[in-house]
């Protein structure tokens, strides 16, 4: 074989291997995020985005957090973040079926301030802090529902000389919950149904608490049709901070944005399922449609996660596995947190939580949890649900830090960290 043509022949190979690769090159190109030509493959270190939130897979970040605080031996239903000791700092509050605890993040794990165990017969629905006396100081609402009735709820506060959570109010009537951007929580209540066939019963109305701890009504809030207390939040979202009301309902489970209480002022929708979750309110006689669960979906957020000014909608896109077809059966195989603006007519995700959470998210918040200055979205994870008598179920609190910070250390714990007990 000639010189030349073994040259000819190793031009052809190495121009066939340049053509072969752009093509793979071009490819790759076409499947790659946006934000990939804004960020790059090995974007700098001071990147305001956490590699633990960003869309795009390929933009890795030098260093991030993403913080837990070890696992929890229940089935986790709730979580809320804000000051509930009056000290101006934040803690934690979360719940279980049948537990409430008050925490405090404390270097790299939680200290736990107090609890309180809501009786067998109540089964915990949601919870939420709430300043019901206007004093910088929140208080817990516990909305409970009792086996085979309807709703029965509590208000807590924190007691410092005790150190317990004693009771303002208990066996509460009514069903209780917070809406409103971050910052701006108002309350909202709704009668639990009035037949054993429907979970709610009556208008979501706007409401306060007295000094006597007694929930005061005062008067409907204005909401599209089929939107009950669980499944909504209204706030100003976006660069022009336009009123809106956000809703997840049942059984399409799709995120729908009103731009005012009629079903026909709807101006955006997204095509996938979001917040779905395995908690419930159970009807006990099924309806019509042959579901005797009305299963409740995790928190609407409203708040501004990229610091621009403005809020976006902040929810979990939980990943359902089970049989479709079995309405009083579903299941969780993990899920993530999506990011949403409202631009051009349409609802956007602009971010994601990078890695699949080892289940569903069944509610977050951002808030500075570690109380350094900066925002942390904190987000209760069911691992396992649990069933049975035997088993109460696996959870755990995740929090990713340093959101849009360039400082990526935490301040040094004050004090060694005392881990929640494990039941």
Not at 120 to 130: E, K, N, Q, T, V
Not at 143 to 169: D, F, W
Request: aromatic share 8%.
């Amino acid at each position: 074989m000639s010189n030349t043509f073994k040259i000819a022949l190793l031009w052809t190979i190495s121009l066939s291997l340049f053509i072969v690769s752009a093509s793979i090159a071009d490819d790759q190109k076409k499947l790659r995020h946006p934000s990939y030509s804004l960020l790059g493959y090995n974007p700098p270190a001071d990147s305001p985005l956490n590699p633990n939130f960003i869309i795009a897979q390929e933009a890795k970040m030098a260093h991030g957090a993403l913080w837990n605080g070890g696992y929890i031996s229940e089935r986790l239903v709730g979580l809320d973040v804000g000051d509930a000791t009056g000290d101006r700092s934040n803690d934690l509050v979360y719940a279980s079926l049948n537990n409430v605890y008050l925490a405090r993040r404390v270097g790299d794990g939680l200290e736990q301030l107090a609890n309180f165990n809501v009786p067998p017969s109540l089964r915990i629905l949601s919870i939420d802090f709430f300043d019901i006396n206007g004093n910088g100081v929140n208080e817990i609402l516990v909305s409970c529902q009792k086996n085979g009735a309807g709703a029965s709820s509590y208000i807590l506060a924190y007691e410092p000389g005790q150190k317990t959570l004693k009771i303002v109010s208990e066996f509460v009537p009514w069903y209780l919950r917070v809406y409103g951007p971050s910052g701006q929580k108002k309350l909202a209540v709704q009668k639990s149904g009035t037949t054993t066939s429907v979970a709610y019963s009556g208008d979501v109305l706007s409401a306060s608490v007295s000094q006597e701890g007694k929930v005061v009504t005062s008067g409907r809030l204005p909401l599209p049709f089929g939107v009950n207390l669980y499944n909504f939040n209204i706030g100003r979202i976006g660069p022009q901070g336009q009123d809106f009301i956000a809703a997840v309902t049942f059984p399409d489970e799709h995120l729908k944005l009103f731009s005012g209480p009629s079903r026909d002022e709807i101006v955006g929708e997204s095509p996938d399922e979001y917040c779905g979750t395995i908690n419930y309110i159970n009807m006990t006689t099924s309806p019509e449609n042959g579901r005797d669960l009305e299963y409740l979906p995790s928190r609407i957020l409203f708040a501004d996660i990229d610091s621009d000014g403005a809020n976006e909608v902040i929810v979990a896109k939980n990943k359902q596995g089970g049989i479709p077809f079995m309405k009083n059966l579903r299941a969780f195989n993990g899920g993530i947190i999506e990011g949403m603006k409202f631009a051009n007519l349409s609802l956007t995700p602009f971010f994601s939580s990078a890695n699949l959470l080892p289940g569903p998210a069944v509610d977050y918040q951002l808030a500075d949890l570690d109380n350094n200055g900066t925002k942390d979205l904190v987000v209760g994870v069911v691992i396992a649900p649990g069933s049975g008598m035997m088993e109460t179920g696996r959870s755990v609190i995740v929090s990713y830090s340093n959101l849009y910070s360039r400082d990526t250390q935490s301040p040094a714990p004050t004090q060694e960290a005392k881990k929640v007990p494990k039941k």
